[in-house]
Each structure stands twice: as C-alpha cells, then as structure tokens.
C-alpha cells in the first residue's frame, strides 16, 4: 500500500470518527449534578439582610449554643446568653449570623444551590448529657452513617436551661427536619436521655409524631436519677457549673413524673466495672451505678466495662448502638436480657 492509499484511510477513519463522536458521547452515562431548585425572591432578600459575615471557624457550640435546626451536616444555633443565631456548615465555619429566619434563609440558599442535603425518610438523632458536647457522640455517630444510616448529632447548652427548655428546643429540631420524616430513632448519652423522654412527655397521647418513633438506645441513662447528684447538690461549685439541670437531675424526685416511658422498643447500655466511685453505691460508671440506669419495660438491658464519659466511644458499645436500631437486641435474641414492665 503507497502513501496515497494510507492518507485516504487515514482520512477517512478520522471522518467516520468525526461522525460518530456525537453518537458515541451522548451514549455515555453523564455524571449527576446537584439538584438546584430555584430559591424564592422573599428567601433572597432575607438571606440578604443577615449581618456582614466572614467565614470564620468555631468551636461548633460548647455550652452557650443550643441548636435550633439540623440538616445536612448544616445546624443553626441560639446563643443562650445573647440568644442570636448563627449557621454552620459540617466543618463548624460561621456562615452567616443573625436572627433565626436570616439563618433559615441562608440555609435554604444554600440548599438551592446543592450544598445542603436534605434529611432522608429515617434519621437517627444522637443527643449528649450535662456538660457534653457534640465531639462526644461523633464517633457512634459516624459509625452509624458508615452503616448507612442519616445520624445527626443534636447540641444543646446543657447547663445553661431546664431540662424543660432542651426539651423544647429538641422539639423544634425534629419539627423543623420537616414533612418527609417517617421514623426517628434517638441515642442519647446521660442526661440526653431525660431530655428525650421530657420531649415525648410534652407530646398529647394521641400525636402523630409518637407514630414515628422506631427505637431507642440508652448510654448511661439516670432513669432513676443520680445519687452522687444528691449527695452534692448542695455545693456552690455543684451549682455554678451544672446550672438548673444539674438540679433537677439532683432532685430526681420532683423530676421523674414529667418523664415518659417510651413507646417505642428501648435498650440501655450501662457503664459498670465493678464499682468505681465509692460514693455511689454498687457497681457504677463512676457518676451513675448500673441500677440507676434502669427503667422498666426496656427490651434489653447491657453491662459494659467502661466509665460514663467514655461510654460512648467504645468499639463495643458502637456495635450494639447498631444492632438494637436495627435488630431490637444487642448482641443476640438468646442474650437479651429484658426489664419486665412496672406494674399498673
């Protein structure tokens, strides 16, 4: 074959791929683009009028902040002392600052343009106790989005209000998820857990949002309040830093009639060790002893060697947070150990 020849094949193959190029690419799969829906002019022009903002980073709220709204990685928070908001992303970067419907409608700009998910149909909501943060529950909470669930962890200023307060503000957290919310499940952590069953104690008896509720996971829970709460309750210290909760927990007895039982199947994981604290009696976590963890009607109950604040943490106790959200056991249906129902 001459020269000539090759060209003219050369030429040829290029313009019969020339030809097909169109064909060939608009057969291949397109990558995904992010949903952005057009935003409302009313949103724009309040999103407009939050205060001057400059990216900056945070703490993600310790103490003084309270959430008001969780979405995507995205929360809006209240400060407790000047009670303005401000918005921040997954990473704790301020947004915007302002009053609460300025931070809505960032918020809603900033999911109109695909940078914030919206919640799915099942959320699991991780709640934290007296003087926690957030940073406590992100390893369970990241194991369980590892395992495919849509886990969000709730903040509070946990020594700043009344157990009545965070409750209130859970409340709104949950309503604010929205309408396509069919189940929520709830772990909380030591006081987290009397914060959740104020909230399903304040909900008529007949709501729609009891119908909801798919389980529960208890982490050193004070069911039955906290003796080591009592015995210094009195102390000056004891009051400056535990703030009203801290009393309430430590006058269980004017508590424990506001708080429900829940209606959905429980669990509760207790930290045990064979008795650390010497002034709380029997085995305990050292702030809270395995008894004063349980609640009757649970539908397993579980003794982990770890310490209160470590609880969850621990390997373990992010395996069998798990299994009980999806399993209704811990470790097996042969080893669950139930608490029988309180007589009526």
Not at 72 to 95: A, E, P
Not at 145 to 151: E, L, P, R, V
Not at 223 to 240: L, P
Request: with cysteine.
């Amino acid at each position: 074959m001459n020269r000539t020849s090759i060209a003219r094949l050369a030429s040829r193959s290029l313009l019969a791929s020339l030809v097909l190029l169109p064909a060939i690419c608009a057969a291949q799969p397109t990558p995904p683009i992010p949903e952005q829906r057009p935003l409302q002019p009313d949103i724009r022009e309040v999103a407009a009028s939050a205060p001057i903002n400059i990216p900056s980073p945070t703490l993600g709220g310790i103490q003084f902040w309270t959430d008001q709204r969780v979405q995507g990685g995205w929360r809006i928070q209240r400060n407790s002392v000047t009670t303005h908001c401000r918005i921040l992303d997954s990473r704790n970067v301020r947004h915007g600052w302002g009053t609460y419907e300025q931070c809505e409608a960032i918020l809603l700009r900033e999911q109109a343009a695909g940078k914030v998910r919206p919640p799915s149909a099942h959320v699991v909501l991780l709640i934290h106790g007296l003087m926690g943060s957030r940073p406590l529950l992100e390893p369970l909470q990241k194991y369980l989005q590892k395992q495919g669930m849509d886990a969000m962890c709730v903040s509070y200023a946990s020594t700043r209000h009344t157990i009545d307060d965070h409750a209130e503000a859970l409340a709104q957290v949950i309503d604010r998820l929205g309408p396509g919310i069919k189940r929520i499940d709830f772990v909380g952590h030591s006081m987290g857990n009397i914060v959740v069953r104020r909230y399903l104690a304040m909900l008529p008896p007949n709501s729609p949002k009891l119908r909801r509720l798919g389980a529960m996971v208890m982490l050193a829970p004070p069911n039955q309040g906290a003796e080591i709460a009592s015995r210094i309750k009195r102390s000056a210290m004891f009051q400056i830093i535990a703030g009203d909760s801290g009393q309430q927990l430590a006058d269980f007895n004017n508590l424990e009639g506001k708080l429900a039982i829940p209606s959905c199947p429980f669990g509760i994981v207790a930290g045990g060790g064979s008795g650390r604290n010497p002034l709380v009696e029997g085995d305990d976590d050292l702030l809270v002893s395995v008894e004063e963890t349980k609640l009757a009607g649970a539908a397993d109950f579980i003794v982990v060697d770890a310490m209160h604040r470590s609880l969850p943490k621990q390997p373990e106790v992010l395996e069998i947070t798990h299994r009980f959200l999806t399993r209704g056991y811990f470790r097996s249906e042969q080893e669950r150990m139930r608490l029988p129902e309180a007589r009526r």
